[in-house]
């Protein structure tokens, strides 16, 4: 099974064309995916020209790889985020993911999607103490939540701080019910940028007045110092049937956690993440979980997917640089890609349309970085450029691993991934490497 998703929409998808010859439009957006999708929807409604262009098939890419959880609470990450920027900064950015929640909410509701209304919930095996100084945090955001003390998940003692009123959906039925009317062109790969121009691998000029990177890792990455920016990570996703009943959306509050969410009669666990190109639990560490708590249960499906975590945790939306006003991205939404998709887009659509979006300043790529952050992920990438392996990456010739569970070759610096042909299976590579 590719994933969930894809099985349930192979029937209803329709094929767009490809590029043929050079073209001009008032905006190009490059990447397919959900956030691509949403800034075309948003764009085009305000009356712009916009072309999506996509290497692949729309939505094939983390979009239909996704647990596709759609809510605000992102983990526990608004208490450190009030010490980090303070409060008002930290309201200022719950009032943007909430602005998103509703806006998808009301857009799901308008689509066949399975949409469904769902509380989301952070859990923890460790004591409530963590989980209430994340509630502290909410009320001084003036956040709904309630606290259980007996979570409906197979652990023993293990209690959940939750919020009301988010989503869970099928991302792709989602994705494809945005679409009609919307200029799309598939398996066309934008191999570069220069100004207003976009190029793609069989020759063709794209040119527009702005281009949107929706790449998830920028294609242009190394002005606007990206690959520091951004360091990209695996999580891996089973689909079981006969297994434990929850109710609600699931995430742990522990380094190692489990997530869970159903769809119709499945049940969704994802974990076994790691840094990509490094050791981590995979597919191994979830059927051990699977077969410990719930031997009854029949995997249907398996997959992984990979997401972009930025240097704060919050998304990059917005110009791409100031020597490059014209050039925007949308990238860095950290393992939560339905509501920062749909802030991204909101963003873009502002700046594009009002020339300036009230979300700039926590959202804006520009904005201040971590420099304890900036300096761990420049020595991992060091480390990573100085190990010995003739298997390097195309991308700035870091080393390369192999992942013996997927089959791929892949880089710790940036999280390009190749088959074992040497294929680009994720960017921010390029081009093909050799493997013999």
């Not at 192979?10 to 190009?28: C, M, W």
């Not at 998103?100 to 857009?107: I, N, P, Y």
């Not at 890609?337 to 979300?359: E, K």
């Not at 700039?360 to 520009?366: A, G, I, L, T, Y």
């Amino acid at each position: 099974m590719e994933s969930l998703w894809t099985e349930s929409v192979q029937d209803r998808t329709i094929a767009y064309p490809r590029l043929e010859g050079d073209t001009r439009v008032q905006v190009l957006i490059v990447g397919g995916g959900l956030a691509g999708i949403l800034c075309a929807r948003l764009l085009t409604d305000a009356g712009l020209e916009c072309l999506v262009v996509e290497q692949g098939r729309i939505g094939r890419g983390a979009t239909g790889l996704t647990t596709a959880k759609v809510t605000l609470q992102h983990g526990l990450e608004y208490a450190d985020m009030i010490e980090r920027i303070g409060l008002e900064r930290t309201r200022l950015y719950q009032y943007a993911q909430q602005d998103a929640l509703l806006q998808m909410q009301a857009m799901a509701d308008a689509v066949s999607c399975d949409h469904e209304y769902r509380s989301a919930y952070v859990y923890s095996t460790q004591g409530r103490a963590v989980l209430e100084r994340e509630a502290a945090a909410y009320e001084a955001l003036d956040m709904p939540y309630h606290l259980l003390d007996d979570a409906p998940l197979p652990f023993e003692h293990a209690c959940a701080l939750g919020v009301p009123e988010q989503s869970q959906f099928n991302p792709l039925k989602f994705l494809w019910g945005l679409t009609p009317g919307l200029a799309v062109c598939e398996h066309t790969k934008v191999i570069g940028v220069d100004g207003n121009r976009a190029f793609t691998d069989d020759g063709a000029t794209i040119t527009a007045d702005h281009i949107v990177l929706a790449t998830r890792y920028p294609l242009v990455n190394i002005p606007g110092w990206y690959f520091i920016k951004l360091n990209q990570y695996r999580s891996y996703i089973l689909a079981l049937k006969q297994a434990f009943p929850i109710d609600g959306m699931f995430i742990g509050a522990q380094s190692g956690s489990f997530s869970f969410r159903t769809y119709k009669d499945y049940l969704l666990v994802g974990g076994g993440g790691h840094k990509t190109g490094e050791a981590g639990g995979q597919y191994r560490k979830l059927r051990e979980f699977v077969q410990a708590v719930c031997p009854r249960a029949t995997e249907e499906g398996a997959w992984a997917t990979q997401d972009c975590m930025s240097l704060d945790g919050a998304p990059y939306a917005g110009i791409h640089r100031n020597s490059a006003p014209e050039l925007l991205v949308a990238s860095g939404f950290s393992k939560w890609g339905m509501t920062s998709a749909m802030l991204a887009a909101i963003v873009l659509r502002d700046l594009l349309v009002d020339g300036q979006s009230p979300y700039d300043e926590v959202v804006s790529p520009r904005r201040k970085k971590p420099l304890g952050e900036v300096a761990r992920r420049g020595l991992a990438s060091a480390k990573g450029m100085l190990r010995p392996t003739t298997k390097r990456c195309s991308h700035m010739g870091c080393g390369l691993t192999h992942n013996d569970a997927e089959g791929s070759w892949d880089c710790s610096c940036h999280g390009s991934r190749f088959d074992d042909n040497g294929t680009v299976l994720d960017n921010p590579a390029l081009k093909d490497i050799s493997v013999s």
